[in-house]
Nanobody
Framework: QLQLVESGGGLVQPGSSLRLSCAAP????????IGWFRQAPGKEREGVSC????????GYADSVKGRFTISRDNVKNTVYLQMNELKPEDTAAYYC???????????????????WGQGTQVTVSS
């Protein structure tokens, strides 16, 4: 069973940057499209960004366009989410998810993804 491990979260000030990583030790992540979702307390899980298995297609939520960049290194078996100009409203638990699907598919629907990580907390506060 594919297991995803997120890392890179933390407590930062507004305007700062963080890079989240999603790894799958022992598995070939290149077979999967990857999505990053986030969930703040009391709110529904929302899609943030996604990338096709080859990396040739990406998508971003309007709230993060121009600030976040998703990328993947299939040699290192890792997907990254570079988050710049962080805002307090970006505070949430961030999850990566894997879908054994070809692009395009319903990338913003959580049920499209078969595997989920445990999440990493991002807190943006002064």
């Amino acid at each position: 069973q594919l297991q995803l491990v997120e890392s890179g979260g933390g407590l930062v000030q507004p305007g700062s940057s963080l890079r989240l990583s999603c790894a799958a030790p022992g598995f070939t992540l290149g077979y999967y499209a990857i999505g990053w979702f986030r969930q703040a307390p009391g709110k529904e899980r929302e899609g943030v960004s996604c990338i096709s298995n080859s990396g040739g297609n990406t998508g971003y939520a309007d709230s993060v366009k121009g600030r976040f960049t998703i990328s993947r290194d299939n040699v290192k078996n890792t997907v990254y989410l570079q988050m710049n100009e962080l805002k307090p409203e970006d505070t949430a638990a961030y999850y990566c998810a894997a879908a054994p699907r070809t692009w395009p598919f319903r990338v913003w629907v959580p049920s499209s993804y078969n595997y989920w990580g445990q999440g990493t907390q991002v807190t943006v506060s002064s």
